[in-house]
């Protein structure tokens, strides 16, 4: 494992402090996703057979196979019962997505004239 140096803003560094809690996240995962891998080698270590070890990891893949589906499953319900609410409060900040949206309230209410492939587009108060 390589530990990298990192650029620090100080008006910035106390208010957010993600790039530890990733590190110390990162720190329980890779464990814990090894795992399966780690069982695999077990079974051909308490065994001596290949057999053994292709079972554990086909094993290993469909479990994995089912939580993917799974949790893929209920992320997509989650989104759609909260993609209003996303779009407010993702358009309600200073960014791109809050421009988009002032861009198409000027197209819905007729306030940009001109043809978008003739050239650029001209607003009209």
């Known amino acids: ?3 990298q140096a990192r650029a620090v803003n100080p008006a910035t560094s ?3 402090g993600a790039a530890g809690r990733v590190q110390a996240m990162l720190f329980v995962i890779y464990p814990v996703a090894s795992i399966p891998a780690g069982l695999a080698y077990i079974a051909r270590w308490a065994t001596g057979s290949e057999a053994a070890f292709f079972g554990v990891l086909a094993f290993d893949a469909l479990v ?3 939580v993917y589906r799974i949790a893929l ?3 997509a319900e989650a989104a759609e019962r909260l993609k ?3 779009i ?3 358009s309600a900040g200073e960014g791109p997505i809050a421009k988009l949206g002032y861009l198409l309230s000027f197209i ?3 306030k940009l004239t001109g043809c ?3 050239g650029p587009p001209v607003f009209s108060e």
Request: aromatic content about 8%; cysteine-free.
């Open 108 to 110: 819905s209410f007729g």
């Open 88 to 90: 407010a409060a993702l």
């Open 84 to 86: 209003e609410s996303m």
């Open 1 to 3: 494992m390589s530990i």
């Open 64 to 66: 994995a196979m089912i």
């Open 116 to 118: 978008p492939l003739a």
């Open 14 to 16: 106390f208010r957010s």
């Open 73 to 75: 499953q209920s992320a």
